[in-house]
């Protein structure tokens, strides 16, 4: 299927019926999922994948390093901690940085091997499996869920949907908290959670994502894929006939049709498909992959898991059901080395590289110079000139420090105040007036001086500006 083809597929909803006075109804009702649980070398990939994210997402937040939290955004003081990093609100651009890469990096991937991360890393999708596992756990597989909704309510049926809430809401509920726990110091947080005195702000964020996570997870599962979340509208311009997609082998497998195990597909009146609609009762969102591709799909591979083990039992080859291109699915040659993926490949290691460069020759100390244009100069009675300079100090370390301020130029410079020192505190952009004067024609006219300065404590601690030093010529 080509990209526009793609981009064009709408799924087949149902009628509902006529309502009274003849007036058909424009909305349909959503119909409820219930996807079948699957085994397949791509399930273990998916689960693998949630138990590595899941991991770090609850673990990060309790480890420490250098006696505080290892990963931390603490947005009243304006620090960002990662490991032995500190961020400052002046290091912004390294966060537009990483935005970047995120976005260059998702379209490489989707280029390169469709949605991969929609099927193996989405939270969306990550939060949704552990719910579906929840609700298996309690409820049973498709089948048995699905008897069960359409059940009478009874003493069994409501001690399962009781079970099956109070694991959500204490899934989506540990969650919030871990979530804050990135923002509020994890173990202050625990401390005044059990002590019940978190703090107006912190209960609310915990409520919310929590409900969020319960509500996204629980309830709306595909819905947000298919409804809300704006990859699935433009994925198809990342697309093309190269790009691995999961896809159905109608050559092989039309025309399908039922049979006993042991018959063997006849070319012309039977294909390898036997109709047992599995690779549409596991998939996440509803659709039938033998329709084509759809933006609905967001790749899990749990229908090439389904026609795999369905293909095992018939005793058929796999992969009608297959991860492949349209390309290679034609019998065409396929290439993966192509202009798009070349581009994109290019731009992200050029940005990882220049990130990477930036972030290791980042300062701890920064100093910025300007000179105060309301006068040009100022002439002194003892035949000196002055210029006067606002220096901005920023101490990005963890710790404050006192810094002395030096000058230096052709002329012989004097400073005022002198000595310049000043105490910055930790993550402070402190600004200093500095007067700068020396005899007005010795050098001649201006002249270009540096300023540096240095912790008075830590000298290893420096910076260093330019700054123009205006002076009248004769």
């Given at each position: 299927?080509?990209?526009?083809?793609?981009?064009?597929?709408?799924?087949?909803?149902?009628?509902?019926?006529?309502?009274?006075?003849?007036?058909?109804?424009?909305?349909?009702?959503?119909?409820?999922?219930?996807?079948?649980?699957?085994?397949?070398?791509?399930?273990?990939?998916?689960?693998l994948?949630?138990?590595?994210?899941?991991?770090?997402?609850?673990?990060?937040p309790?480890?420490?390093?250098?006696?505080r939290?290892?990963?931390?955004?603490d947005?009243?003081?304006?620090?960002?901690?990662?490991?032995?990093?500190?961020?400052?609100?002046?290091?912004?651009?390294?966060?537009?940085?990483?935005?970047?890469i995120?976005?260059?990096?998702l379209?490489?991937?989707?280029?390169?091997?469709?949605?991969?991360?929609?099927?193996?890393?989405?939270?969306?999708?990550?939060?949704?499996?552990?719910?579906?596992?929840?609700?298996?756990?309690?409820?049973?597989?498709?089948?048995?869920?699905?008897?069960?909704?359409?059940?009478?309510?009874?003493?069994f049926?409501?001690?399962?949907?009781?079970?099956?809430?109070?694991?959500?809401?204490?899934?989506?509920?540990?969650?919030?908290?871990?979530?804050?726990?990135?923002?509020?110091?994890?173990?202050?947080?625990?401390?005044?959670?059990?002590?019940?005195?978190?703090?107006?702000?912190?209960?609310?964020?915990?409520?919310f994502?929590?409900?969020?996570?319960?509500?996204?997870?629980?309830?709306?599962?595909?819905?947000?894929?298919?409804?809300?979340?704006?990859?699935?509208?433009?994925?198809?311009?990342?697309?093309?006939?190269?790009?691995?997609?999961?896809?159905?082998?109608?050559a092989?497998?039309?025309?399908?049709?039922?049979?006993?195990?042991?018959?063997?597909?006849?070319?012309?009146?039977?294909?390898?498909?036997?109709?047992?609609?599995w690779?549409?009762?596991?998939?996440?969102?509803?659709?039938?992959?033998?329709?084509?591709l759809?933006y609905e799909?967001?790749?899990?591979?749990?229908?090439?898991?389904?026609?795999?083990?369905?293909?095992?039992?018939?005793?058929?080859?796999?992969?009608?059901?297959?991860?492949?291109?349209?390309?290679a699915?034609?019998?065409?040659?396929?290439?993966?080395?192509?202009?798009?993926?070349?581009?994109?490949?290019?731009?992200?290691?050029?940005?990882?590289?220049?990130?990477?460069?930036?972030?290791?020759?980042?300062?701890?100390?920064?100093?910025?110079?300007?000179?105060?244009?309301?006068?040009?100069?100022?002439?002194?009675?003892?035949?000196?000139?002055?210029?006067?300079?606002?220096?901005?100090?920023?101490?990005?370390?963890?710790?404050?420090?006192?810094?002395?301020?030096?000058?230096?130029?052709?002329?012989?410079?004097?400073?005022?105040?002198?000595?310049a020192?000043?105490?910055?505190?930790?993550?402070?952009?402190?600004?200093a007036?500095i007067?700068?004067?020396?005899?007005?024609?010795?050098?001649?006219?201006?002249?270009?001086?540096?300023?540096?300065?240095?912790?008075?404590?830590?000298?290893?601690?420096?910076?260093?500006?330019?700054?123009?030093?205006?002076?009248?010529?004769?």
């Open positions: 299927m080509s990209p526009t083809e793609f981009a064009n597929v709408v799924e087949e909803k149902p009628v509902s019926a006529p309502a009274a006075g003849g007036l058909s109804s424009l909305y349909a009702a959503q119909q409820k999922i219930y996807p079948r649980g699957v085994i397949g070398r791509y399930a273990r990939l998916r689960t994948a949630a138990w590595a994210l899941l991991g770090l997402f609850y673990c990060i309790w480890f420490t390093w250098n006696a939290q290892a990963v931390l955004f947005l009243p003081a304006r620090k960002f901690y990662v490991l032995g990093l500190v961020m400052w609100p002046q290091d912004f651009i390294f966060l537009t940085g990483l935005l970047i995120a976005a260059l990096s379209f490489f991937f989707t280029s390169l091997a469709g949605r991969l991360w929609c099927g193996y890393a989405c939270p969306q999708t990550v939060w949704t499996e552990v719910f579906l596992w929840m609700e298996r756990v309690v409820e049973g597989d498709r089948n048995e869920r699905m008897k069960l909704d359409r059940g009478r309510w009874t003493a049926k409501l001690s399962r949907k009781l079970l099956k809430q109070v694991l959500w809401i204490s899934f989506a509920a540990w969650t919030g908290f871990t979530f804050v726990g990135f923002f509020t110091p994890i173990r202050t947080l625990a401390g005044e959670l059990f002590s019940a005195s978190l703090g107006p702000w912190e209960t609310f964020w915990i409520v994502y929590g409900f969020a996570t319960y509500g996204n997870a629980g309830y709306l599962r595909e819905q947000v894929c298919k409804y809300m979340c704006p990859y699935a509208r433009f994925q198809s311009a990342m697309f093309d006939k190269d790009t691995l997609i999961i896809t159905y082998d109608a092989r497998g039309e025309p399908r049709g039922p049979r006993r195990r042991g018959v063997q597909p006849a070319p012309g009146t039977m294909g390898a498909c036997v109709d047992c609609t690779c549409v009762q596991v998939c996440p969102t509803g659709i039938d992959i033998r329709k084509g759809q799909c967001i790749a899990c591979a749990a229908c090439v898991d389904a026609c795999d083990s369905i293909m095992d039992k018939m005793q058929y080859p796999r992969g009608l059901i297959r991860y492949t291109t349209e390309h699915l034609n019998h065409q040659p396929t290439r993966i080395l192509r202009p798009r993926v070349l581009m994109y490949a290019g731009l992200l290691g050029a940005l990882i590289t220049a990130f990477g460069i930036a972030l290791a020759l980042r300062e701890p100390v920064a100093l910025d110079v300007i000179r105060d244009r309301n006068a040009l100069y100022r002439m002194l009675d003892d035949g000196r000139v002055e210029n006067v300079y606002d220096l901005k100090i920023m101490n990005k370390t963890e710790h404050p420090h006192r810094f002395a301020v030096v000058v230096r130029g052709a002329g012989a410079l004097a400073l005022d105040p002198d000595p020192i000043f105490s910055v505190r930790s993550g402070e952009v402190f600004p007036a007067r700068v004067r020396r005899r007005a024609y010795d050098p001649m006219g201006s002249e270009t001086v540096f300023f540096e300065i240095r912790a008075v404590d830590e000298p290893t601690l420096y910076a260093s500006s330019k700054a123009r030093f205006i002076a009248p010529a004769k």
